[in-house]
Structure formats: structure tokens, C-alpha cells
């Protein structure tokens, strides 16, 4: 059965997934590279879904259209569910053993360098495109989740699924904040800041990565690097998959990916979240 609703819809799901119970360094298929690919970058989720939530908010009283103030509710109702959730995989990652907050440190000090609001819902439009596109990637190939154990699984299809719903939030409010900013000046700081947010978080990432896969430091047997690289650039091709999204938002009317103008993504998002719910009944927040 496939959950119903308008592709438009931004859907808060206050589901638990008991990845913190379940903590597996080979999570996805046995394979601990693949799985601290997809680690290496979901520690820095929490931080930064919590820096979202609060770069929107002083841009509450800009926006006047009711649609875009209950998506932008929608919106800080599922980041807040995902933190949670984040919190336990993070949690998981803890009792393995490894140092989440150095993990953490570097992409905490260059988001907590952001001061100017304008600049923080601009950062959060980017990393907004970032996780569309990890979104777009997992959604598009539900078979690399398939092996997966089912905790991380149902997280990943859920967290994906609504990155989609919510996509194009920030820069709708982007879009309706009053920021005194000449159009071509604002083109220009969106697009630079892509480049420069998306190019530090991978970085820091596949930091993360060596980490993961080498707790005790010092360079990664070259097998390892070689397996590294072929799962970003060969197979499932994690770097490719950011390439459409990047190009996407050159554009400069670029309103955001998700909702309508994916239909199918999300469509396909509600169905494996349909077929494959959490296990665990869902409990007050
Ligand atoms: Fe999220
Ligand atoms: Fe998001």
C-alpha cells in the first residue's frame, strides 16, 4: 500500500528506527566501506539539520504566502524527527567505538562561523541541495538498500523521502525574504556558496570515511582506497550522483528540486516507506 497524499505534500513522520540498538559497522550488505560512505556523512547530520531549523526561523515574519508558512513548519517538524534519529545513529557509530564529536568538529567550527542570517539561510539552501541529492541517489536505486540491515535501511529510505518533500524550502523562503540584495549579487553568493559548502562537507565526509574504516589513524591500505574510489566515481557512483543537482542549481530561477516536479521520486519514496515500515510503534516526541 503507498502512503497517499499530493507529491506537493511535506509529510512529518514521527517514526523511530532503533538504529542506536542496532549499530552494524557493515550495515549496507556486509560491506563496510559502502556502509562508511553513507557514515562518514550522516554524522554531520544532526549539526546540520539543527543549524537549518534556526536559520529559517528569522525569516518567519517575511513570509506572508500561508502555503510556504506551513511548508515551512512541515519543514522543521521532519528536521527535528531526523536530528532525533541522527542522534541515535550517531549514538550507534559511538559504541563502535568511534569519536563522533572529531567527527563533527570541523563542519561544527565552519557552521558556527556563519553569524549573518542571510548568510545562514543561503548555507541552508546549499546543504539543502546536497542532501536532496544524496536523496535523489538513494531513491533512484532502491536495490543498493536492499541488502541493507533493517534498521539503516527504513532510516535512509525515510530520511530520503522527505529531504524530497521538503527540497525546495529554503530557497522558496530565500526567494521571499527581504534581504536588500541586488538579483545578481544573490545569484552569484547562492552559487559560490554551493561550491565552497559542498566541497568542504564532502571533504570532511570522506574524512570521516578514513576514520571510520582506520580508527586508529594513518594512511588506508591502498585496496581500501581503490574500493573507496570505485564506489564514488564506478559503482554506485556516489559523486556522480551529485553532478545533475549541482548543474541544476547554476540556473538562475532555480526554485528547488522536490515535490511536483519529482512526483515519481517521491511516489517512490511513499511506496518503499509503505512496503518496509519501522517496526517499533511510534511514540510521543
Ligand atoms: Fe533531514
Ligand atoms: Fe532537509
Given at each position: ?6 507529491p506537493d505534500d511535506i509529510l ?274
Amino acid at each position: 500500500m503507498t502512503e497517499a497524499g499530493h507529491p506537493d505534500d511535506i509529510l512529518p513522520r514521527n517514526l523511530r528506527f532503533g538504529v542506536r540498538e542496532n549499530a552494524d559497522r557493515a550495515w549496507l550488505g556486509g560491506d563496510p566501506v559502502l556502509s562508511a560512505l553513507f557514515d562518514g556523512f550522516a554524522v554531520l547530520l544532526p549539526l546540520g539539520e539543527r543549524f537549518f531549523i534556526r536559520s529559517l526561523r528569522p525569516f518567519e515574519p517575511h513570509v506572508t504566502d500561508p502555503a510556504l508558512i506551513e511548508a515551512m513548519q512541515a519543514f522543521a517538524a521532519q528536521e527535528a524527527f531526523h536530528t532525533r534519529e541522527h542522534e541515535g545513529y550517531n549514538d550507534a557509530l559511538r559504541s563502535l567505538g568511534h569519536d563522533v564529536a572529531a567527527m563533527e568538529a570541523k563542519a561544527a567550527k565552519l557552521l558556527g562561523s556563519v553569524k549573518d542570517p542571510a548568510m545562514r539561510l543561503v548555507v541552508t539552501c546549499a546543504i539543502e541541495q546536497l542532501t536532496f541529492a544524496l536523496a535523489r541517489f538513494i531513491l533512484q536505486r532502491p536495490a543498493l538498500m536492499d541488502g541493507a540491515a533493517p534498521a539503516y535501511r527504513r532510516l535512509w529510505r525515510w530520511h530520503a523521502l522527505e529531504e524530497v518533500e521538503h527540497a525546495s524550502v529554503a530557497l522558496q523562503v530565500l526567494r521571499a525574504a527581504r534581504l536588500g540584495i541586488p538579483a545578481w549579487r544573490l545569484y552569484v553568493t547562492r552559487v559560490v556558496c554551493l561550491w565552497v559548502t559542498v566541497s568542504a562537507l564532502t571533504t570532511f565526509a570522506l574524512q570521516n570515511v578514513a576514520m571510520i574504516l582506520q580508527p586508529g589513524g594513518g594512511r588506508l591500505p591502498w585496496r581500501r582506497r581503490l574500493r573507496l574510489l570505485w564506489a564514488l566515481l564506478g559503482s554506485p557512483g556516489f559523486m556522480r550522483g551529485l553532478v545533475v543537482p549541482c548543474l541544476a542549481y547554476l540556473r538562475p530561477g532555480y526554485g528547488g528540486g522536490g515535490g511536483a516536479g519529482d512526483a515519481g521520486l517521491v511516489a517512490e519514496g511513499r511506496r518503499l516507506l509503505a512496503a518496509d515500515p519501522p517496526m517499533a510503534e511510534p511514540r510521543p516526541a
